[in-house]
């Protein structure tokens, strides 16, 4: 049995890597940041093939937080971190919440760094020791060098982000405000950053990010498409697979022949993720999304008619202003059609400063009926993944579960998997390709 993946989340802002369940009120989805959190962690039976293992696997996905959300986690850490007992200590927050939200009380005594300046980071601790505190939020074109040193959460896989803003200008979104326009890096510069990890570093995965990936490269004359190109080129003699962010439907579109054959790549995950945010035009009008809901369902059927397994991700935003019932039902046969095996919802919350704050809002309840309503929906879907059941499938472990004695590796339609690891048996197959059996879904 395999379950499928909901998440419940507030919209809005930046990036990162865990399954959670996050279900809370606020919401404005952002591409950037809006990423998937599986809340319930679907996973197949799978033996090894050669020595008969029994094994387990599951989703995972990762969550980027929200400016929303960041706030209050930034919050509570200052003020714990200035209780009086611990007044010398010198605190510097980084990155887009610094960036968008500068005018906050809480920073008024900590020095701040923005998304365009973290390359100064050495400068401004040096600044902090010595007593100052300082603001570095301009904004610049400049962008941050790809090299920059970092400390990974996965020793075995590389995030770059191979650009910086997008194109779009969503009525509700705050991360704008804080990453701006479209901003890609060269293909060059990426390229050699891929040939320095995996040879310097043993990267095995890669997830290639930004707010919107369909986007990458129309700001300097080139696409998604010739990066992933040249990118699969240099890695396609190895095991290392790539793995494609959040991409809005806009942009994708004119790709989407051309896409389906590199997501067939071996070294490439099929898996995509498309925030969709409401299956209704009237909605998608107000969110000034850019598409409508026909160009959605195109995309859709095309990557599912040429990838018959292709795991597909996509947001939906409940109770976004003047959404009436028949909106929402529009929404709701939308997830009923297509079964999204990982569905970010969230429910519409203002922020101020965008559009969307000034639209008049539906009644919270309201909200909340229909967000219960797209997650029972959500809930309906039968197993996803029965395709794998008793198949043989390659899978690349790379990382130790911290739930129970197994390790995580992910097939290529990027479905979890669960392998034994009692007293460590099987560790020395992180960081490696192994063919493995599905003996069940869950
Ligand atoms: S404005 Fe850009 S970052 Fe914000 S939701 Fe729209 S596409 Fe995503």
Request: glycine share 4%; charged share 25%; proline share 2%.
């Amino acid at each position: 049995m395999l379950k499928n993946k909901k998440n419940e989340k507030n919209t809005s802002s930046c990036s990162c890597s865990h399954n959670s369940t996050n279900t809370n009120k606020n919401s404005l989805t952002c591409c950037s940041n809006n990423n998937d959190i599986c809340n319930q962690e679907p996973y197949v039976q799978i033996e090894k093939n050669k020595n008969d293992t029994n094994e387990h696997y599951t989703n995972e996905h990762y969550n980027n937080g929200t400016i929303e959300n960041d706030k209050k986690t930034i919050r509570n850490g200052i003020e714990k971190t200035t209780t009086k007992k611990k007044k010398d200590i010198k605190i510097i927050v980084c990155g887009c919440v610094p960036q968008a939200e500068q005018n906050m009380d809480i920073f008024e005594n900590v020095s701040l760094v923005g998304v365009n300046n973290i390359d100064k980071i050495v400068e401004v601790v040096e600044y902090v020791i010595n007593g100052y505190n300082v603001k570095y939020l301009k904004q610049s074109k400049k962008m941050t060098s790809l090299n920059f040193p970092k400390i990974r959460k996965n020793k075995f896989i590389e995030i770059i982000n191979i650009n910086n803003g997008c194109l779009g200008n969503c009525t509700y979104c705050k991360t704008k405000f804080a990453r701006g326009d479209l901003a890609s890096y060269q293909i060059n510069e990426i390229i050699e950053r891929i040939q320095y990890v995996c040879a310097q570093e043993n990267i095995k995965e890669i997830w290639m990010t930004s707010e919107d990936t369909g986007a990458y490269g129309i700001d300097i004359n080139t696409n998604i498409i010739k990066l992933l190109q040249k990118v699969l080129s240099e890695i396609e003699h190895t095991d290392v697979m790539i793995r494609l962010g959040m991409t809005n439907p806009p942009y994708i579109l004119k790709h989407i022949k051309d896409m389906c054959n590199l997501l067939k790549h071996k070294n490439m995950y099929e898996f995509i993720h498309i925030p969709v945010q409401s299956g209704s035009n009237n909605v998608l009008k107000n969110m000034n999304r850019e598409y409508v809901i026909e160009d959605f369902i195109y995309l859709i059927d095309n990557l599912r008619k040429n990838i018959p397994n292709i795991t597909i991700s996509t947001d939906i935003i409940c109770g976004f202003p003047y959404e009436t019932e028949e909106d929402h039902n529009q929404t709701i046969n939308l997830l009923k059609k297509y079964e999204f095996p990982i569905l970010n919802i969230s429910q519409f919350y203002p922020r101020r400063g965008t559009v969307a704050y000034n639209m008049k809002k539906i009644n919270t309840k309201i909200v909340k009926l229909r967000s219960r309503d797209v997650t029972e929906t959500f809930l309906s879907y039968n197993n996803n993944y029965n395709f794998l059941n008793g198949t043989t499938q390659k899978i690349l472990f790379t990382e130790v579960s911290s739930k129970s004695d197994h390790i995580i590796g992910h097939t290529k339609q990027y479905v979890k998997v669960l392998l034994q690891n009692k007293a460590n048996e099987n560790i020395h197959l992180l960081g490696t390709c192994v063919n493995c059996k599905i003996v069940s879904t869950h």
